[in-house]
């Protein structure tokens, strides 16, 4: 049984929508699907799997639900604490990560490119989901707006000025969240993005290592303004917010 199936079945056999930890925690139990390095099912995992299934699955926020399941709107109950347990990992397993669709539309102006998502971010299925990350704090401050309290509404603060966000790592080893523990990525199809965008004028890097991976992979085109901007990673303890917002600012300067 492949991951995908074994989440369908999970999902017709609960009769209701599960978040991606509950789906993870049900499936490490009862091993419909194993891993071939014999590591533990992992929240992101999920999500990356029922993306590839958009006419089976669909997903609000970390809650998935199976498409046309009468059942699927209704809210997920609260998951119980899952009782503590130790695995053996193997020496050569790999933590194997994939990352997020881009946010953006026709009229993306800046493109901000992070690595990948961490941990939490993945868990929720949000770009920038850690609740220290200062991304979406850095910008509602430098457009002058409220913090938005959704999601959605963080995408629409976006997309209102024009802002577009996606990472440099298509998917790639990571144990943990750090930057600095990337191994063996593989790079988006930045170049294809930067084809279809024909208003992008701006592309920024949150933070050193975005910069590092997009020129081992990627030339910087002539037409483009491409900034370096201080991680918004809870990492980066080094900057203070009124000086990381005043470097942030440059991405609307010409």
Same mark, same amino acid.
């Given at each position: ?18 978040t ?28 990356g ?18 498409i046309g399941?009468p059942t ?9 604490k899952p ?12 933590y194997?990560?994939?990352? @997020?669709?881009? !946010?953006?539309?026709?009229? =993306? ?5 992070? *690595?990948?998502?961490?941990? &939490?971010? $993945? ?11 200062? @991304?979406?704090? !850095?910008?509602?401050t430098? =457009?002058?707006?409220e913090?938005?309290? *959704?999601?959605?509404?963080? &995408?629409? $603060?976006?997309l209102?000025f ?6 440099i790592?298509h ?12 191994e ?7 170049d ?17 290592k ?14 483009l303004k ?10 980066n ?6 000086n990381?917002?005043k470097?942030w600012r ?5």
């Amino acid at each position: 049984m492949t991951l995908h199936q074994a989440i369908e079945k999970l999902l017709r056999q609960t009769g209701r929508p599960m978040t991606t930890q509950q789906i993870a925690d049900e499936l490490n139990k009862n091993k419909w699907y194993q891993k071939k390095d014999g590591s533990t099912i992992q929240a992101f995992q999920i999500y990356g799997r029922i993306r590839n299934y958009a006419d089976i699955f669909d997903r609000d926020g970390s809650t998935v639900f199976l498409i046309g399941q009468p059942t699927t709107k209704t809210k997920a109950p609260t998951a119980k604490k899952p009782t503590a347990i130790k695995h053996l990992v193997k020496v050569n397993s790999t933590y194997s990560k994939a990352s @997020f669709d881009p !946010i953006s539309n026709s009229d =993306t102006a800046i493109l901000i490119l992070g *690595t990948m998502p961490g941990d &939490k971010s $993945l868990e929720l299925g949000e770009y920038y989901g850690h609740p220290r990350n200062r @991304f979406w704090k !850095i910008i509602s401050t430098i =457009t002058n707006n409220e913090l938005p309290l *959704t999601y959605s509404d963080k &995408k629409e $603060l976006l997309l209102k000025f024009k802002i577009g966000i996606w990472d440099i790592a298509h998917k790639a080893n990571r144990k943990g969240s750090l930057d600095s523990a990337i191994e063996d990525e593989e790079p988006n199809d930045l170049d294809d993005f930067i084809a279809r965008h024909k208003n992008l004028k701006v592309i920024g890097f949150n933070g050193t290592k975005s910069e590092t991976l997009f020129d081992k992979y990627f030339d910087r085109k002539s037409g483009l303004k491409y900034v370096y901007l201080p991680s918004t990673s809870p990492a980066n303890t080094g900057i203070d917010f009124d000086n990381i917002c005043k470097l942030w600012r440059q991405i609307f300067t010409k």
